[in-house]
């Protein structure tokens, strides 16, 4: 019988579905009720040491609706990270390891570029009882004064360094989120996991201009008239994600085996996790997903992804896991294979034509005769 348990980095999961930072695990409320909802793991909103210094804004999100208007298929958010303070975040980890023991709860922190401030912060949630960490590179928006986020993500050597400080003082596993606003994804995470990051996560959001408003021909979302650029989210960036995921699935197989990698990026389905999976993903991590249908859509989703492991025969999350990695090739490739293809074609339809021809007096046919003779013929 098929199973959705696994085991990633020592973490025992239920499920591979992992509530994504945002929203959806903004305090100890949500947080148990993605529990209860089943999710494989929840990894809470981004903390920091200082919260005063986050101040949101509203409206924070934009919405780009199908053509019918009956469909989210993108969605803007300028929102921060928590605005809580931090000795209330800690008071939560412990609070919902006690309700929730065999909840996988995950801690994703940032801070500046300070070394006593990383180890700070990693040495407190570990104190408080969390179960691993979450790195965060990559918020498109908000603090890039501070040389936070993505702006620390977007720099190999600097995101190397942070994680090198992390990991010395961390006893528990390190995940380290990935910006996609960057030329090669693969070039961040080559220094996460070369400064000894388990596993890395892709892919946070998409910096974007959700669009202009005609009436008021201001951008959205419309904070007194002004915008900011935003993280782009939700099923229209899966693509994106897809081929930036299964670059990094294929940067660990060649050079970082055994390191992990939880996939996100638009994920809506049993389905859409199965790709993420078959593109080498470990886990599957969901924001805007919970933000649109609600915690309990992970039923759903867990319910879709065990009819596809039954349809075709798998047991376990790593039957398939990385299965559709080896046929990603080179456009110059795709041409010499289909020039082969092709010709082996050829080969075929002359070795067919050939059987064709009379090869002995006997094998004349009085009901064929006119084309074992055109056969025959030189032109």
């Known amino acids: 019988m098929a199973t959705l348990a696994t085991v990633v980095d020592g973490l025992k999961l239920p499920n591979?579905?992992?509530?994504?930072?945002?929203?959806p695990g903004t305090n100890l409320n949500v947080i148990s009720k993605a529990f209860k909802e089943g999710w494989g793991g929840v990894i809470a909103k981004t903390v920091s040491l200082d919260a005063s210094k986050v101040v949101n804004v509203t409206p924070r999100y934009g919405k780009l609706h199908s053509a019918d208007k009956k469909e989210v298929i993108g969605w803007e958010n300028i929102?921060?990270?928590?605005?809580?303070?931090?000795?209330?975040?800690?008071?939560?980890?412990?609070?919902?390891?006690?309700?929730?023991?065999?909840?996988?709860l995950i801690a994703s922190i940032m801070e500046e570029y300070e070394r006593d401030a990383w180890i700070e912060i990693v040495e407190r949630c570990q104190d408080a009882g969390v179960d691993a960490f979450e790195l965060n590179f990559s918020c498109p928006h908000g603090l890039p004064e501070r040389k936070m986020g993505a702006a620390m993500g977007q720099d190999?050597?600097?995101?190397?360094?942070?994680?090198?400080?992390v990991n010395a003082a961390s006893k528990l596993p390190v995940w380290a989120k990935m910006t996609p606003n960057i030329t090669h994804i693969e070039d961040p995470t080559r220094a996460a996991l070369a400064a000894g990051c388990q596993g890395v996560t892709a892919i946070?959001?998409?910096?974007?201009?959700?669009?202009?408003?005609?009436?008021?021909?201001?951008?959205?979302?419309?904070?007194?008239?002004?915008?900011?650029?935003?993280?782009?989210?939700?099923?229209?960036?899966?693509?994106?994600?897809?081929?930036?995921?299964?670059?990094?699935?294929?940067?660990?197989?060649?050079?970082?085996?055994?390191?992990t990698l939880s996939g996100m990026g638009g994920i809506e389905t049993g389905s859409d996790a199965a790709q993420f999976?078959?593109?080498?993903?470990?886990?599957?991590?969901?924001?805007?997903?919970?933000?649109?249908?609600?915690?309990?859509h992970v039923n759903s989703m867990c319910e879709?992804?065990?009819?596809?492991?039954?349809?075709?025969g798998f047991e376990t999350l790593a039957d398939f896991k990385g299965i559709s990695?080896?046929?990603?090739?080179?456009?110059?490739?795709?041409?010499v294979r289909q020039k082969a293809r092709k010709a082996a074609q050829a080969a075929e339809k002359a070795a067919a034509e050939q059987k064709k021809m009379i090869?002995?007096?006997?094998?004349?046919s009085g009901d064929n005769f006119v084309q074992q003779s055109d056969a025959l013929a030189g032109n």
């Open 304 to 312: 879709e992804l065990l009819a596809f492991m039954e349809g075709k």
């Open 156 to 165: 190999p050597d600097v995101l190397a360094e942070v994680c090198t400080w």
């Open 79 to 104: 929102e921060l990270i928590s605005d809580r303070p931090f000795s209330i975040w800690l008071d939560e980890f412990k609070r919902c390891k006690d309700l929730h023991p065999e909840g996988i």
């Open 204 to 259: 946070n959001t998409i910096r974007s201009v959700i669009g202009v408003n005609l009436d008021t021909l201001r951008p959205e979302p419309s904070v007194e008239g002004y915008t900011t650029p935003g993280g782009y989210s939700s099923k229209a960036v899966r693509p994106i994600a897809l081929r930036m995921c299964m670059e990094i699935a294929s940067l660990i197989r060649d050079h970082y085996p055994g390191r």
């Open 277 to 296: 999976i078959l593109l080498g993903s470990d886990t599957v991590q969901v924001c805007t997903g919970v933000m649109k249908f609600g915690y309990e």
């Open 16 to 23: 591979p579905f992992i509530i994504a930072s945002g929203p």
């Open 325 to 335: 990695l080896p046929y990603f090739t080179t456009h110059a490739d795709l041409v």
């Open 359 to 364: 090869l002995a007096d006997a094998e004349w």
